[in-house]
């Protein structure tokens, strides 16, 4: 059994930083593209941004230039370093994670709530 485990969220004001994690254990042979998705209140969930175990990256427009995504593949962890940040980045932030070996499985945490609000 695979669980993705999220951590980091709050409440921040606008122009602040968090640091979002996603820890991944469990049955876990290779972890391959692991990515951030949010959800605001009434609307679709979105892809933030997704990373390669090679370390390739792509951003939504929206965040490019303010969010970072990393992972530490000796501990099975991503992060998502977000900083200068608006109101409208508030959301329920997921982690994604393709998991396998010769078939892979998406698993996905629980969420972890931002709020940026003054």
């Known amino acids: 059994q695979v669980r993705l485990v999220e951590s980091g969220g709050g409440l921040v004001q606008p122009g602040g930083s968090l640091r979002l994690s996603c820890a991944a254990s469990?049955?876990?042979?290779?972890?391959?593209?692991m990515g951030w998705y949010r959800q605001a209140p009434g609307k679709q969930r979105e892809l933030v941004a997704v990373?390669?175990?090679?370390?390739?990256?792509n951003y939504a427009d929206s965040v490019k230039g303010r969010f970072t995504i990393s992972r530490d593949n000796a501990n099975n962890t991503m992060y998502l370093q977000m900083n200068s940040l608006k109101p409208e980045d508030t959301a329920v932030y997921y982690c994604?994670?393709?998991?396998?070996?010769?078939?892979?499985?998406?698993?996905w945490g629980q969420g972890t709530h931002v709020t940026v609000s003054s």
């Open positions: 469990g049955s876990i042979f290779s972890i391959y593209n």
């Open positions: 990373i390669t175990s090679g370390g390739s990256t």
């Open positions: 994604n994670a393709h998991i396998g070996s010769i078939v892979t499985i998406s698993y």
